[in-house]
């Protein structure tokens, strides 16, 4: 059973130096090598720490995975973070093992940025444009593939396309979280069936008094910043709020941030719906978390006057309510997993991020991207290589970059 530690001893209780150090090295080498997005990384977390480092049993793997599924934010991530609790005795195991995960894509996304001024002319804007086209194969792919585990019998296919028409008809965060609700609202009504696991036998490092402050800070955050915020208004704080809000309401991976984002950051825009789709196009050819996309945007802001400070804070921001709310219920997962209405909750949430995420496939990913005959057959090609032929996304970037680079070469 996951239960929580006796207040130990403060001169016993912090990690040792020798194991946030294994942590943050382990993770940073899976940040270097971990391509094909959340399901991707949970074999290669499975491969490394349970079978390889046996840092925890099977049975405790599966159960840091389904309570990483029952929350929002980046599932991936978020397992790498409670494994790093676990194994780092503490919070500073957790933050080590975030780091070396995130870092190496987050770098990468944010030079990026840096020289996305300079790709001008029409070879770059080829090349930029070919990005877009991956954008709609990855996206189309995520849909497809969370449609299928996500939706297998027809009172969540309801759910999905209730929450599909609800995201088109109301444009925005708000079309977002009316979709996300309903899809709530929905498995409570409707999705009642289904059993939880058996409880395992688990030693967690996080007091639950310790867990309740990590609740309640991450309902400050979510609750507080909008008091102070006029509508419109620009500055640090309603880029925080934007980003930490996202990051909030996120169920089902990286790919349900698009949405979320573009709603945030085009829609006042401040970034520009072109440099939107390249980044996110650009972050399919990176290892680590799809959730480093928020580090370009960060760099790419109109409000941002330093680019280094505003990737570090979307960052940080996206990533925070996650990282809170896998902190704050691990030390209650064990008896809040068990209620059926929190099962129930969970299968219509995940619905609602199937119709969620088609409704960003067709606006903007599609129409922000797609222009022509070409491009469809591009994006198709894109497409059956990710399914049938089972290619990694970051070939798909080379290829599609390439094809638009060409394409723009002889029309030139």
């Known amino acids: 059973?996951?239960?929580?530690?006796?207040?130990?001893?403060?001169?016993?209780?912090?990690?040792?130096p020798a194991g946030v150090g294994e942590v943050f090295?382990?993770?940073?080498?899976?940040?270097?090598?971990?391509?094909?997005?959340?399901?991707?990384?949970l074999a290669y977390f499975h491969e490394e720490l349970v079978i390889r480092r046996k840092w925890v049993s099977e049975e405790e793997y599966a159960d840091l995975v389904a309570l990483c599924q029952f929350t929002p934010g980046p599932g991936s991530s978020k397992v790498g973070f409670a494994l790093g609790l676990i194994r780092g005795r503490g919070i500073m195991g957790g933050i080590a093992a975030w780091a070396g995960f995130t870092l190496p894509s987050a770098l990468i996304l944010f030079l990026f940025a840096l020289g996305a001024s300079f790709m001008t002319g029409p070879l770059a804007q080829g090349a930029i444009h070919g990005l877009k086209l991956v954008a709609v194969a990855v996206v189309a792919e995520a849909v497809w593939r969370m449609a299928l585990t996500l939706t297998p019998d027809l009172r969540r296919r309801a759910l999905a396309v209730l929450s599909l028409t609800l995201a088109l008809v109301f444009d925005g965060a708000i079309g977002q979280?009316?979709?996300?609700?309903?899809?709530?609202?929905?498995?409570?009504?409707?999705?009642?069936?289904?059993?939880?696991?058996p409880a395992l036998a688990m030693e967690c490092p996080v007091r639950r008094r310790m867990g309740t402050l990590a609740l309640i800070l991450f309902a400050a955050l979510l609750v507080v910043p909008p008091l102070f915020l006029s509508e419109g208004e620009g500055g640090a704080l309603a880029?925080?709020?934007?980003?930490?809000r996202s990051g909030a309401l996120v169920f089902g991976g990286g790919h349900v941030l698009l949405p979320l984002l573009e709603a945030e950051v085009v829609q006042p825009g401040w970034v520009t719906p072109e440099a939107f789709l390249a980044g996110y196009?650009?972050?399919?050819?990176?290892?680590?978390?799809l959730f480093t996309f928020a580090?370009?945007?960060?760099?790419?802001?109109?409000?941002?006057?330093?680019?280094?400070?505003?990737?570090?804070?979307?960052?940080?921001?996206?990533?925070?309510?996650?990282?809170?709310?896998?902190y704050g219920i691990l030390p209650f997962w064990n008896r809040l997993r068990k209620h059926p209405?929190?099962?129930?909750?969970?299968?219509?949430?995940?619905?609602?991020v199937v119709g969620v995420l088609a409704a960003a496939l067709y606006h903007p990913i599609w129409t922000g991207g797609v222009k022509d005959l070409t491009d469809v057959a591009l994006v198709a090609a894109g497409l059956a290589l990710l399914i049938y032929g089972r290619r990694p996304a970051w070939q798909i970037v080379i290829?599609?970059?390439l094809a638009g680079l060409g394409r723009a070469y002889f029309t030139a």
Do not use: W
């Not at 090295?25 to 990384?41: E, K, N």
């Not at 196009?281 to 978390?289: K, W």
């Open 341 to 352: 209405n929190a099962q129930a909750l969970l299968r219509g949430a995940n619905a609602a």
């Open 399 to 401: 290829l599609l970059s």
């Open 295 to 326: 580090t370009y945007l960060g760099a790419m802001m109109e409000p941002m006057i330093n680019r280094f400070s505003g990737a570090a804070m979307t960052l940080c921001a996206v990533f925070l309510p996650g990282m809170l709310l896998t």
């Open 25 to 41: 090295r382990v993770s940073l080498r899976l940040g270097l090598t971990c391509f094909g997005g959340p399901i991707a990384h």
């Open 239 to 244: 880029v925080f709020n934007a980003f930490y």
């Open 177 to 197: 979280m009316a979709a996300i609700g309903a899809g709530m609202l929905g498995g409570l009504l409707f999705c009642q069936r289904g059993s939880a696991p």
């Open 1 to 16: 059973m996951l239960s929580p530690s006796n207040d130990p001893d403060p001169k016993t209780s912090p990690s040792s």
């Open 281 to 289: 196009g650009m972050t399919q050819a990176v290892p680590g978390p």
